[in-house]
Protein backbone atom coordinates (compact mmCIF):
# COMPACT_ATOMS: atom_id res chain seq x y z
CA UNK A 1 0.00 0.00 0.00
CA UNK A 2 1.34 3.58 -1.09
CA UNK A 3 1.51 6.27 1.56
CA UNK A 4 -0.83 7.86 0.18
CA UNK A 5 -3.73 5.12 0.58
CA UNK A 6 -2.18 5.02 4.33
CA UNK A 7 -2.88 9.09 4.72
CA UNK A 8 -6.43 8.46 3.31
CA UNK A 9 -7.32 5.87 5.86
CA UNK A 10 -6.43 7.60 8.72
CA UNK A 11 -8.20 10.62 7.42
CA UNK A 12 -11.14 9.35 7.08
CA UNK A 13 -10.77 7.55 10.38
CA UNK A 14 -10.93 10.43 11.69
CA UNK A 15 -13.60 11.93 9.71
CA UNK A 16 -16.00 9.11 10.96
CA UNK A 17 -14.72 9.48 14.79
CA UNK A 18 -15.60 12.97 14.42
CA UNK A 19 -18.93 12.02 13.35
CA UNK A 20 -19.11 10.06 16.50
CA UNK A 21 -18.97 12.83 18.80
CA UNK A 22 -21.17 15.15 16.99
CA UNK A 23 -18.08 17.28 15.99
CA UNK A 24 -19.32 16.88 12.13
CA UNK A 25 -23.20 15.33 11.13
CA UNK A 26 -23.20 12.04 9.65
CA UNK A 27 -23.26 11.79 5.84
CA UNK A 28 -21.71 8.98 3.53
CA UNK A 29 -17.83 9.53 3.10
CA UNK A 30 -16.88 10.27 -0.28
CA UNK A 31 -13.40 9.53 -1.24
CA UNK A 32 -10.37 11.16 0.49
CA UNK A 33 -8.08 13.24 -1.33
CA UNK A 34 -4.30 13.07 -0.91
CA UNK A 35 -1.86 15.20 -3.01
CA UNK A 36 1.78 16.41 -2.29
CA UNK A 37 1.70 20.21 -1.98
CA UNK A 38 3.09 22.62 -4.51
CA UNK A 39 4.96 24.64 -1.61
CA UNK A 40 6.92 22.01 0.35
CA UNK A 41 7.04 24.29 3.65
CA UNK A 42 3.20 23.72 3.80
CA UNK A 43 3.82 19.73 4.65
CA UNK A 44 4.51 16.73 2.80
CA UNK A 45 1.17 15.63 1.35
CA UNK A 46 -2.18 17.29 1.76
CA UNK A 47 -5.84 17.07 2.10
CA UNK A 48 -8.84 18.95 0.19
CA UNK A 49 -11.07 17.46 1.52
CA UNK A 50 -12.77 19.60 4.32
CA UNK A 51 -13.63 21.47 1.14
CA UNK A 52 -15.23 18.77 -0.34
CA UNK A 53 -17.20 18.23 2.88
CA UNK A 54 -18.54 21.60 3.00
CA UNK A 55 -22.28 20.98 1.26
CA UNK A 56 -22.39 17.68 2.87
CA UNK A 57 -21.57 19.03 6.29
CA UNK A 58 -23.00 22.35 6.01
CA UNK A 59 -20.14 23.89 7.43
CA UNK A 60 -17.39 26.31 6.56
CA UNK A 61 -14.48 24.47 5.42
CA UNK A 62 -11.70 25.75 7.94
CA UNK A 63 -14.35 24.19 10.70
CA UNK A 64 -14.83 20.86 8.98
CA UNK A 65 -10.80 20.38 8.56
CA UNK A 66 -10.48 21.51 12.56
CA UNK A 67 -12.44 18.93 13.74
CA UNK A 68 -10.91 16.38 11.56
CA UNK A 69 -7.18 17.35 13.10
CA UNK A 70 -8.85 17.39 16.56
CA UNK A 71 -9.67 13.65 15.78
CA UNK A 72 -6.73 12.67 13.89
CA UNK A 73 -4.65 10.03 15.51
CA UNK A 74 -1.16 10.19 14.14
CA UNK A 75 0.50 7.05 13.25
CA UNK A 76 4.20 6.80 13.38
CA UNK A 77 5.05 8.09 10.69
CA UNK A 78 3.44 11.18 11.32
CA UNK A 79 4.24 13.97 13.01
CA UNK A 80 2.07 17.19 12.37
CA UNK A 81 -1.56 17.55 10.99
CA UNK A 82 -2.05 21.21 10.46
CA UNK A 83 -5.18 23.46 9.18
CA UNK A 84 -4.82 26.06 6.52
CA UNK A 85 -6.80 28.49 4.80
CA UNK A 86 -9.60 27.94 3.01
CA UNK A 87 -9.41 24.19 4.48
CA UNK A 88 -6.35 22.33 3.74
CA UNK A 89 -4.86 19.60 6.22
CA UNK A 90 -1.37 19.67 6.25
CA UNK A 91 0.52 17.08 7.04
CA UNK A 92 4.48 16.18 8.08
CA UNK A 93 6.27 13.02 7.97
CA UNK A 94 8.26 12.12 11.05
CA UNK A 95 11.83 12.69 10.21
CA UNK A 96 13.03 9.66 12.05
CA UNK A 97 10.59 7.07 9.86
CA UNK A 98 11.66 8.95 7.17
CA UNK A 99 14.95 8.57 7.92
CA UNK A 100 14.28 4.54 8.44
CA UNK A 101 13.46 4.09 4.83
CA UNK A 102 17.11 3.66 3.75
CA UNK A 103 16.81 0.17 5.58
CA UNK A 104 13.26 -0.33 3.83
CA UNK A 105 14.79 0.05 0.62
CA UNK A 106 17.74 -2.43 1.03
CA UNK A 107 15.47 -4.91 3.19
CA UNK A 108 12.81 -4.78 -0.08
CA UNK A 109 15.68 -4.63 -2.67
CA UNK A 110 13.59 -5.44 -6.24
CA UNK A 111 10.55 -5.93 -4.40
CA UNK A 112 10.42 -2.02 -3.37
CA UNK A 113 7.30 -0.42 -4.21
CA UNK A 114 5.45 -3.53 -4.51
CA UNK A 115 2.15 -3.48 -3.29
CA UNK A 116 -0.91 -6.36 -3.98
CA UNK A 117 -3.69 -4.34 -5.78
CA UNK A 118 -3.64 -7.05 -8.67
CA UNK A 119 -3.77 -10.04 -6.34
CA UNK A 120 -5.53 -12.99 -7.42
CA UNK A 121 -6.08 -11.22 -11.17
CA UNK A 122 -5.23 -12.42 -14.67
CA UNK A 123 -3.69 -9.80 -16.90
CA UNK A 124 -3.44 -9.92 -20.50
CA UNK A 125 -1.62 -7.11 -22.78
CA UNK A 126 -1.23 -7.80 -26.31
CA UNK A 127 1.09 -5.10 -28.14
CA UNK A 128 3.96 -4.81 -30.94
CA UNK A 129 1.48 -6.94 -32.94
CA UNK A 130 3.50 -6.53 -36.43
CA UNK A 131 2.74 -8.23 -39.52
CA UNK A 132 5.82 -10.76 -40.31
CA UNK A 133 6.43 -9.24 -43.41
CA UNK A 134 9.20 -7.23 -42.79
CA UNK A 135 11.71 -6.47 -40.26
CA UNK A 136 11.16 -4.46 -36.51
CA UNK A 137 11.65 -1.25 -36.98
CA UNK A 138 11.54 2.17 -34.96
CA UNK A 139 8.32 2.76 -35.85
CA UNK A 140 6.52 -0.65 -34.86
CA UNK A 141 8.60 -0.36 -31.22
CA UNK A 142 6.55 2.57 -29.18
CA UNK A 143 3.92 -0.17 -28.34
CA UNK A 144 6.18 -2.68 -27.66
CA UNK A 145 8.33 -0.66 -24.90
CA UNK A 146 5.16 0.54 -23.58
CA UNK A 147 3.36 -2.86 -23.31
CA UNK A 148 6.07 -4.18 -21.78
CA UNK A 149 6.79 -1.24 -19.27
CA UNK A 150 2.99 -1.62 -18.13
CA UNK A 151 3.35 -5.40 -18.18
CA UNK A 152 6.60 -5.24 -14.85
CA UNK A 153 4.56 -2.75 -13.30
CA UNK A 154 1.20 -5.14 -13.34
CA UNK A 155 3.79 -7.44 -12.20
CA UNK A 156 4.92 -5.33 -9.01
CA UNK A 157 1.10 -4.75 -8.08
CA UNK A 158 0.66 -8.69 -7.87
CA UNK A 159 -0.87 -9.43 -11.25
CA UNK A 160 -0.59 -12.64 -13.14
CA UNK A 161 0.65 -10.92 -16.23
CA UNK A 162 0.27 -12.23 -20.02
CA UNK A 163 2.43 -10.43 -22.70
CA UNK A 164 1.05 -11.79 -25.66
CA UNK A 165 2.34 -11.04 -29.53
CA UNK A 166 -0.80 -10.99 -32.15
CA UNK A 167 0.39 -12.29 -35.57
CA UNK A 168 -1.82 -11.46 -38.59
CA UNK A 169 -0.12 -14.60 -40.83
CA UNK A 170 -3.08 -14.95 -42.53
CA UNK A 171 -4.57 -12.95 -45.71
CA UNK A 172 -3.75 -10.95 -48.05
CA UNK A 173 -0.02 -9.05 -46.64
CA UNK A 174 1.23 -12.95 -46.57
CA UNK A 175 -0.03 -13.64 -49.63
CA UNK A 176 1.97 -10.64 -50.91
CA UNK A 177 5.01 -11.52 -49.02
CA UNK A 178 5.17 -14.90 -50.85
CA UNK A 179 5.28 -13.43 -53.77
CA UNK A 180 7.81 -10.60 -53.33
CA UNK A 181 10.19 -13.74 -52.08
CA UNK A 182 9.46 -15.98 -55.13
CA UNK A 183 9.84 -13.08 -57.28
CA UNK A 184 13.15 -12.67 -55.33
CA UNK A 185 13.93 -16.24 -55.68
CA UNK A 186 13.52 -16.45 -59.82
CA UNK A 187 15.66 -13.27 -60.02
CA UNK A 188 18.29 -15.08 -58.51
CA UNK A 189 18.31 -17.69 -60.99
CA UNK A 190 18.33 -15.51 -64.16
CA UNK A 191 14.62 -15.16 -64.55
CA UNK A 192 13.23 -12.30 -66.33
CA UNK A 193 10.40 -11.37 -63.43
CA UNK A 194 9.97 -8.25 -61.70
CA UNK A 195 7.98 -6.96 -58.31
CA UNK A 196 5.05 -4.84 -58.39
CA UNK A 197 4.53 -1.73 -56.59
CA UNK A 198 2.27 -3.71 -54.64
CA UNK A 199 5.22 -6.16 -53.51
CA UNK A 200 7.80 -5.83 -50.67
CA UNK A 201 11.11 -4.17 -51.92
CA UNK A 202 13.11 -4.59 -48.77
CA UNK A 203 17.16 -6.07 -49.11
CA UNK A 204 15.56 -8.69 -46.80
CA UNK A 205 13.17 -10.25 -48.77
CA UNK A 206 16.41 -10.80 -51.25
CA UNK A 207 18.35 -12.34 -48.22
CA UNK A 208 15.68 -14.55 -47.36
CA UNK A 209 15.16 -16.05 -51.02
CA UNK A 210 19.81 -15.81 -50.90
CA UNK A 211 18.79 -18.66 -48.21
CA UNK A 212 16.54 -20.50 -50.06
CA UNK A 213 18.58 -20.55 -53.54
CA UNK A 214 21.74 -21.79 -51.04
CA UNK A 215 19.60 -24.70 -49.18
CA UNK A 216 17.09 -25.83 -52.43
CA UNK A 217 19.08 -24.41 -55.58
CA UNK A 218 16.75 -24.20 -58.29
CA UNK A 219 14.40 -27.15 -56.90
CA UNK A 220 11.93 -24.81 -55.70
CA UNK A 221 10.73 -23.26 -59.23
CA UNK A 222 7.46 -24.99 -59.21
CA UNK A 223 7.02 -24.54 -55.62
CA UNK A 224 3.93 -22.16 -55.44
CA UNK A 225 3.81 -18.23 -53.47
CA UNK A 226 2.11 -19.85 -50.65
CA UNK A 227 5.35 -22.16 -49.55
CA UNK A 228 7.87 -18.72 -50.37
CA UNK A 229 5.47 -17.18 -47.82
CA UNK A 230 5.25 -19.50 -45.38
CA UNK A 231 9.38 -19.62 -45.53
CA UNK A 232 9.78 -15.83 -45.08
CA UNK A 233 7.01 -15.49 -42.70
CA UNK A 234 8.90 -18.15 -40.15
CA UNK A 235 12.17 -16.36 -40.63
CA UNK A 236 10.85 -13.38 -40.54
CA UNK A 237 8.95 -13.94 -36.86
CA UNK A 238 11.99 -15.11 -35.62
CA UNK A 239 13.92 -12.21 -36.64
CA UNK A 240 11.36 -10.28 -34.89
CA UNK A 241 11.42 -11.79 -31.19
CA UNK A 242 15.87 -12.00 -31.61
CA UNK A 243 15.00 -8.30 -32.10
CA UNK A 244 13.04 -7.80 -29.46
CA UNK A 245 14.80 -9.37 -26.80
CA UNK A 246 17.48 -7.02 -27.37
CA UNK A 247 15.21 -4.28 -26.13
CA UNK A 248 14.72 -6.87 -23.22
CA UNK A 249 11.01 -7.61 -24.56
CA UNK A 250 10.59 -11.11 -24.38
CA UNK A 251 6.48 -12.15 -25.31
CA UNK A 252 4.86 -14.97 -23.09
CA UNK A 253 2.55 -15.80 -25.96
CA UNK A 254 2.44 -15.44 -29.91
CA UNK A 255 -1.15 -15.94 -31.14
CA UNK A 256 -1.18 -16.31 -34.63
CA UNK A 257 -4.20 -15.36 -36.65
CA UNK A 258 -4.23 -18.09 -38.65
CA UNK A 259 -5.12 -20.73 -35.52
CA UNK A 260 -7.90 -18.77 -35.44
CA UNK A 261 -9.33 -20.39 -38.48
CA UNK A 262 -7.77 -23.76 -37.86
CA UNK A 263 -9.15 -24.42 -34.42
CA UNK A 264 -12.43 -23.06 -35.61
CA UNK A 265 -12.71 -20.02 -33.32
CA UNK A 266 -13.34 -17.19 -35.91
CA UNK A 267 -16.35 -19.75 -37.27
CA UNK A 268 -17.68 -20.26 -33.67
CA UNK A 269 -17.81 -16.00 -33.07
CA UNK A 270 -19.29 -15.89 -36.63
CA UNK A 271 -21.90 -18.43 -35.59
CA UNK A 272 -22.39 -17.05 -32.23
CA UNK A 273 -23.41 -13.80 -33.96
CA UNK A 274 -25.81 -14.92 -36.30
CA UNK A 275 -27.35 -17.14 -33.50
CA UNK A 276 -27.77 -13.78 -31.68
CA UNK A 277 -29.41 -11.95 -34.13
CA UNK A 278 -26.16 -9.61 -35.01
CA UNK A 279 -25.39 -10.58 -38.39
CA UNK A 280 -27.53 -9.96 -41.69
CA UNK A 281 -26.68 -10.69 -45.26
CA UNK A 282 -26.39 -8.18 -48.05
CA UNK A 283 -25.17 -8.17 -51.30
CA UNK A 284 -23.81 -11.94 -50.79
CA UNK A 285 -21.87 -10.45 -47.72
CA UNK A 286 -22.42 -11.05 -44.06
CA UNK A 287 -22.83 -7.42 -42.16
CA UNK A 288 -22.49 -7.10 -38.71
CA UNK A 289 -25.38 -4.72 -36.85
CA UNK A 290 -22.85 -2.51 -35.51
CA UNK A 291 -25.26 0.33 -35.27
CA UNK A 292 -26.86 -0.96 -32.51
CA UNK A 293 -23.84 -0.46 -30.17
CA UNK A 294 -23.38 3.07 -31.67
CA UNK A 295 -21.20 2.54 -34.64
CA UNK A 296 -22.29 5.10 -37.39
CA UNK A 297 -22.59 2.15 -39.78
CA UNK A 298 -22.95 -1.45 -40.15
CA UNK A 299 -19.19 -3.37 -41.25
CA UNK A 300 -18.64 -6.12 -43.32
CA UNK A 301 -17.75 -9.22 -41.30
CA UNK A 302 -17.35 -11.68 -44.17
CA UNK A 303 -17.20 -10.23 -48.60
CA UNK A 304 -18.90 -11.89 -50.81
CA UNK A 305 -15.90 -13.72 -51.77
CA UNK A 306 -16.56 -15.89 -48.48
CA UNK A 307 -12.85 -13.68 -47.42
CA UNK A 308 -13.63 -12.26 -43.65
CA UNK A 309 -12.64 -8.44 -43.58
CA UNK A 310 -9.65 -7.82 -40.88
CA UNK A 311 -12.54 -7.11 -37.90
CA UNK A 312 -13.66 -10.62 -37.77
CA UNK A 313 -10.75 -12.32 -36.93
CA UNK A 314 -10.12 -9.66 -34.38
CA UNK A 315 -13.37 -9.97 -33.03
CA UNK A 316 -12.66 -13.68 -32.71
CA UNK A 317 -9.30 -12.83 -31.31
CA UNK A 318 -10.71 -11.11 -28.53
CA UNK A 319 -13.60 -13.53 -28.03
CA UNK A 320 -11.14 -16.10 -27.17
CA UNK A 321 -9.26 -13.41 -24.74
CA UNK A 322 -13.01 -13.39 -23.14
CA UNK A 323 -13.15 -16.81 -22.64
CA UNK A 324 -9.44 -17.18 -21.31
CA UNK A 325 -10.64 -15.95 -18.02
CA UNK A 326 -8.66 -12.32 -17.73
CA UNK A 327 -9.80 -10.30 -15.42
CA UNK A 328 -7.73 -7.26 -17.54
CA UNK A 329 -7.22 -6.70 -20.72
CA UNK A 330 -5.06 -3.95 -21.95
CA UNK A 331 -4.70 -3.47 -26.11
CA UNK A 332 -1.93 -1.03 -27.32
CA UNK A 333 -2.52 0.17 -30.67
CA UNK A 334 -0.91 2.65 -33.41
CA UNK A 335 -2.88 5.38 -34.18
CA UNK A 336 -3.92 3.52 -37.42
CA UNK A 337 -6.49 1.96 -34.93
CA UNK A 338 -8.17 4.65 -34.14
CA UNK A 339 -11.47 3.76 -36.00
CA UNK A 340 -11.29 -0.35 -36.15
CA UNK A 341 -10.97 -0.64 -31.99
CA UNK A 342 -14.16 0.49 -30.99
CA UNK A 343 -16.17 -1.89 -33.47
CA UNK A 344 -14.16 -4.80 -32.23
CA UNK A 345 -15.00 -4.14 -28.61
CA UNK A 346 -18.77 -3.82 -29.97
CA UNK A 347 -18.44 -7.30 -31.60
CA UNK A 348 -17.15 -8.37 -27.89
CA UNK A 349 -20.31 -6.96 -26.59
CA UNK A 350 -22.68 -8.42 -29.12
CA UNK A 351 -20.97 -12.13 -28.29
CA UNK A 352 -22.38 -11.56 -24.91
CA UNK A 353 -19.39 -10.13 -22.81
CA UNK A 354 -18.86 -6.59 -21.12
CA UNK A 355 -16.48 -5.64 -23.01
CA UNK A 356 -15.14 -2.89 -19.90
CA UNK A 357 -12.56 -5.93 -19.20
CA UNK A 358 -10.50 -4.20 -22.33
CA UNK A 359 -9.10 -0.87 -22.22
CA UNK A 360 -7.52 0.03 -25.80
CA UNK A 361 -4.16 2.76 -25.40
CA UNK A 362 -3.19 4.41 -28.68
CA UNK A 363 -0.01 5.49 -29.27
CA UNK A 364 0.71 8.58 -31.68
CA UNK A 365 3.47 8.00 -34.37
CA UNK A 366 7.47 7.72 -33.66
CA UNK A 367 9.83 10.20 -35.83
CA UNK A 368 12.97 9.38 -35.98
CA UNK A 369 15.76 12.40 -36.42
CA UNK A 370 19.28 12.37 -37.45
CA UNK A 371 21.39 15.37 -37.61
CA UNK A 372 18.23 17.42 -36.99
CA UNK A 373 16.15 16.38 -40.05
CA UNK A 374 13.35 13.39 -39.97
CA UNK A 375 14.29 9.91 -41.41
CA UNK A 376 11.26 8.97 -44.26
CA UNK A 377 10.24 5.24 -43.67
CA UNK A 378 8.00 3.11 -45.91
CA UNK A 379 7.80 -0.72 -44.81
CA UNK A 380 6.24 -1.76 -48.65
CA UNK A 381 9.01 -0.04 -50.03
CA UNK A 382 11.88 -1.26 -47.61
CA UNK A 383 12.72 1.91 -46.41
CA UNK A 384 13.35 1.82 -43.06
CA UNK A 385 15.79 1.93 -39.99
CA UNK A 386 15.54 -1.78 -38.22
CA UNK A 387 15.36 -1.98 -34.75
CA UNK A 388 18.67 -4.07 -34.74
CA UNK A 389 20.35 -1.51 -37.26
CA UNK A 390 19.29 1.07 -33.61
CA UNK A 391 20.53 -1.31 -30.94
CA UNK A 392 23.95 -1.42 -32.83
CA UNK A 393 24.11 2.57 -32.99
CA UNK A 394 22.74 3.84 -29.81
CA UNK A 395 22.12 0.37 -27.29
CA UNK A 396 18.91 -0.62 -25.42
CA UNK A 397 18.23 1.62 -22.77
CA UNK A 398 17.92 4.78 -24.77
CA UNK A 399 15.20 3.20 -27.18
CA UNK A 400 13.55 2.09 -24.18
CA UNK A 401 13.59 5.41 -22.47
CA UNK A 402 12.77 7.88 -25.51
CA UNK A 403 9.95 5.40 -26.18
CA UNK A 404 8.16 5.99 -22.65
CA UNK A 405 9.56 9.32 -22.24
CA UNK A 406 6.30 11.16 -23.44
CA UNK A 407 2.08 10.19 -23.07
CA UNK A 408 1.10 7.90 -25.87
CA UNK A 409 -1.23 10.63 -27.07
CA UNK A 410 1.88 12.83 -28.19
CA UNK A 411 4.54 11.50 -30.86
CA UNK A 412 7.98 10.77 -29.87
CA UNK A 413 10.85 12.06 -32.17
CA UNK A 414 13.84 9.69 -31.19
CA UNK A 415 16.66 12.07 -31.41
CA UNK A 416 19.98 10.01 -32.65
CA UNK A 417 22.21 12.88 -31.61
CA UNK A 418 20.78 13.61 -27.95
CA UNK A 419 20.61 9.57 -27.48
CA UNK A 420 24.05 9.32 -28.15
CA UNK A 421 25.07 12.07 -26.04
CA UNK A 422 27.08 11.80 -22.94
CA UNK A 423 26.08 14.39 -20.71
CA UNK A 424 23.18 15.18 -18.46
CA UNK A 425 21.39 16.67 -21.49
CA UNK A 426 20.62 13.49 -22.30
CA UNK A 427 18.01 12.23 -19.51
CA UNK A 428 19.06 8.51 -20.16
CA UNK A 429 23.12 9.33 -19.00
CA UNK A 430 21.41 11.60 -16.35
CA UNK A 431 19.30 8.53 -14.76
CA UNK A 432 21.74 6.19 -15.10
CA UNK A 433 24.74 8.22 -13.98
CA UNK A 434 23.01 8.65 -10.80
CA UNK A 435 23.51 4.72 -10.39
CA UNK A 436 27.10 5.03 -12.05
CA UNK A 437 27.94 7.56 -8.78
CA UNK A 438 26.50 5.23 -6.10
CA UNK A 439 28.50 2.51 -7.57
CA UNK A 440 31.62 4.65 -7.74
CA UNK A 441 31.80 4.87 -3.92
CA UNK A 442 31.42 1.72 -3.18
CA UNK A 443 34.39 1.13 -6.11
CA UNK A 444 37.23 4.28 -3.87
CA UNK A 445 35.76 2.58 -1.00
CA UNK A 446 36.99 -0.31 -1.47
CA UNK A 447 39.93 0.50 -3.44
CA UNK A 448 40.78 2.06 -0.14
CA UNK A 449 40.72 -0.77 1.26
CA UNK A 450 38.06 -0.17 3.89
CA UNK A 451 35.27 -3.15 5.91
CA UNK A 452 32.70 -3.56 2.73
CA UNK A 453 29.95 -4.23 4.90
CA UNK A 454 31.38 -1.46 7.62
CA UNK A 455 27.70 0.23 7.12
CA UNK A 456 25.80 -2.24 8.35
CA UNK A 457 24.38 -1.42 11.89
CA UNK A 458 24.79 2.81 10.96
CA UNK A 459 22.95 5.18 12.73
CA UNK A 460 20.40 6.55 10.22
CA UNK A 461 19.33 9.35 12.45
CA UNK A 462 22.42 11.46 11.53
CA UNK A 463 20.91 11.61 7.72
CA UNK A 464 19.42 15.06 8.20
CA UNK A 465 20.59 17.10 5.65
CA UNK A 466 17.49 17.86 3.53
CA UNK A 467 18.56 17.10 0.20
CA UNK A 468 18.85 13.55 1.81
CA UNK A 469 15.28 13.90 3.30
CA UNK A 470 14.23 15.29 0.14
CA UNK A 471 15.85 11.78 -1.98
CA UNK A 472 13.85 10.06 0.37
CA UNK A 473 10.34 11.13 0.13
CA UNK A 474 10.55 10.78 -3.51
CA UNK A 475 11.65 7.47 -2.85
CA UNK A 476 8.32 6.95 -1.09
CA UNK A 477 6.54 7.69 -4.33
CA UNK A 478 7.47 4.53 -5.84
CA UNK A 479 4.57 2.56 -5.23
CA UNK A 480 2.14 5.67 -6.13
CA UNK A 481 3.91 6.14 -9.51
CA UNK A 482 3.71 2.40 -10.11
CA UNK A 483 -0.35 2.29 -9.23
CA UNK A 484 -0.85 5.23 -12.03
CA UNK A 485 0.41 3.67 -14.72
CA UNK A 486 -1.93 0.89 -13.23
CA UNK A 487 -4.89 2.96 -13.38
CA UNK A 488 -4.44 4.97 -16.56
CA UNK A 489 -2.09 2.02 -18.44
CA UNK A 490 0.47 4.98 -18.99
CA UNK A 491 3.64 4.12 -18.78
CA UNK A 492 5.20 7.29 -18.85
CA UNK A 493 5.06 8.63 -15.48
CA UNK A 494 8.04 5.73 -14.45
CA UNK A 495 10.10 7.52 -16.75
CA UNK A 496 9.25 11.04 -15.63
CA UNK A 497 9.47 9.89 -12.25
CA UNK A 498 12.80 8.19 -12.76
CA UNK A 499 14.11 11.48 -14.06
CA UNK A 500 12.59 13.46 -10.65
CA UNK A 501 14.61 11.20 -8.98
CA UNK A 502 17.87 11.68 -10.48
CA UNK A 503 17.29 15.53 -10.55
CA UNK A 504 16.86 14.75 -6.34
CA UNK A 505 19.91 12.35 -5.89
CA UNK A 506 22.67 14.58 -7.72
CA UNK A 507 22.24 17.59 -5.49
CA UNK A 508 22.98 15.12 -2.90
CA UNK A 509 25.85 13.67 -4.03
CA UNK A 510 27.88 17.12 -4.45
CA UNK A 511 26.78 18.00 -0.55
CA UNK A 512 26.72 15.05 1.44
CA UNK A 513 30.16 13.46 1.20
CA UNK A 514 31.07 10.08 2.40
CA UNK A 515 35.30 9.65 1.44
CA UNK A 516 36.20 12.93 2.35
CA UNK A 517 38.44 13.10 5.20
CA UNK A 518 36.67 15.61 7.45
CA UNK A 519 33.44 13.84 7.49
CA UNK A 520 33.03 11.95 11.33
CA UNK A 521 33.21 8.00 10.90
CA UNK A 522 29.46 7.80 11.98
CA UNK A 523 28.41 10.40 9.72
CA UNK A 524 30.73 8.26 6.88
CA UNK A 525 29.25 5.20 8.22
CA UNK A 526 25.38 6.57 7.72
CA UNK A 527 25.82 7.92 4.24
CA UNK A 528 27.36 4.77 2.97
CA UNK A 529 24.12 3.17 3.97
CA UNK A 530 22.53 5.71 2.13
CA UNK A 531 23.70 5.65 -1.08
CA UNK A 532 23.47 1.85 -0.74
CA UNK A 533 20.13 2.65 -0.28
CA UNK A 534 20.03 4.97 -3.42
CA UNK A 535 21.80 2.61 -6.20
CA UNK A 536 19.25 -0.30 -4.69
CA UNK A 537 16.48 2.29 -6.23
CA UNK A 538 17.68 3.11 -8.97
CA UNK A 539 18.67 -0.16 -9.87
CA UNK A 540 14.74 -1.37 -9.21
CA UNK A 541 13.21 2.18 -11.05
CA UNK A 542 15.59 0.69 -14.11
CA UNK A 543 14.75 -2.29 -14.18
CA UNK A 544 10.91 -1.50 -13.95
CA UNK A 545 11.79 0.45 -17.18
CA UNK A 546 13.20 -2.57 -18.57
CA UNK A 547 16.66 -0.31 -18.50
CA UNK A 548 20.46 -1.66 -17.34
CA UNK A 549 21.84 -0.35 -14.28
CA UNK A 550 25.47 -0.19 -15.43
CA UNK A 551 28.47 0.41 -12.31
CA UNK A 552 30.47 2.83 -15.08
CA UNK A 553 29.65 4.87 -18.04
Request: charged fraction near 25%; include cysteine.
Amino acid sequence: MSIEHEIEAVVAKAIVEAQGTGALPVFDLPDVTIERPRDMSFGDYATPTAMKLARLARMAPLKIAQAIVDHLELPDFLIEATVAPPGFINLRLAEAWLQQQVAVILDEGMDYGRFPRGAGQKAQIECVSANPTGPIHICRIRGGVMGDTLARAMKAAGYDVTLEYYYNDAGRQITILGESTQIRYQQLLGQDVALSDEHYQGEYITDIARELLAKYSDALLDKPASFFGDYAKEQISQSQKDSLGRINIVFDVYYNERSLYESGRLQEALATLEKRGYVYEKENAKWFKSTEFGDDKDRVLVKATGEPTYRMPDIAYHYHKAQRGFDIVVDIFGPDHHATAPQVLMGVEALGYDPSFVRTVLHQIVYLIRDGQQVKMSTRAGQFVTLDELVDEVGADPIRYFMISRSGNSPVEFDMDLALEKSDKNPVYYIQNAHVRCAGIFRKWAEAGFDPNADEGADLSLLTHEMELNFLRKALALTAVLEKIIVTSEPHHIAFYAYELAAAFHPVYEASRVLHSEVPEPLRLARLRFYRAAKQLFARVLDLMGMSAPEVM
